[in-house]
């Protein structure tokens, strides 16, 4: 099932969005983030792993498919969106879902990769990262990264050695889901008001 959003006026670009790991494509975050994106002028498509599938049938939490898995499966949602179209065509998500896109970004030939709160290592797993394939993506691409994620922050992920089409946004003193500390000032709306300039800003190039 696909979840599809508009703007009213022109379509200046479309993202297609896979959640995380844990939380479906209707999220509060996934939710939030796609309404201001298509007030932006951003077409955002929204779909749901198997797994999370699965489990809104039944109710059962379940972990998420193996790789290969999801991978085909962006691979099946990528074609049947593009057949849809017309115009630049993005792809992304949140956490798990951003990491699977930019493992076949290359491959499916998107205009462009869009990472919110990208686990380059797992929780606690800093010694074992998982960027390896980062090094040579080819595919332009804007991860928006919270300065103290507990999957890579600021410090750790500065010192990977990533393509240069890779620009990463850090948002000041957040977390893997882009919330801020209440000392820094600012609240997570006005970071996820942010996300969205920066990510409408890009898609537009």
Known sequence: MLLSQRPLGQVKSTLILAHG???????????????????????????????MSARREDGRKRPPNPQAQLL??????????????TGPL???????GGRMASLVADELGADALVCLGYPFHAVGK?????????????????????????????????????????RVHWLL????????????????EQHLETAADEVARFLAK
């Open 173 to 188: 003193a957040a977390d893997h889901d882009l919330k801020p500390l209440k000392a820094s000032g600012l609240n997570h």
């Open 126 to 166: 800093a010694d074992k990262p998982r960027v390896a394939h980062l090094a040579d993506l080819k595919t332009p691409t804007l991860i928006i990264q919270g300065e103290r994620d507990r999957m890579g922050d600021r410090q750790t992920v500065v010192g990977y050695s990533l393509s240069q089409a890779i």
């Open 90 to 96: 993005a792809i992304g998500g949140k956490s798990m």
């Open 21 to 51: 790991a844990g939380a479906p494509m209707d999220s509060p975050f996934m939710e939030n983030v796609s309404e201001k994106l298509v007030a932006r002028g951003v077409a955002v498509v929204r779909f749901e792993f198997p797994y």
């Open 72 to 85: 085909a499966h962006w691979r099946v949602v990528y074609e049947q969106v593009r057949q849809q179209v």
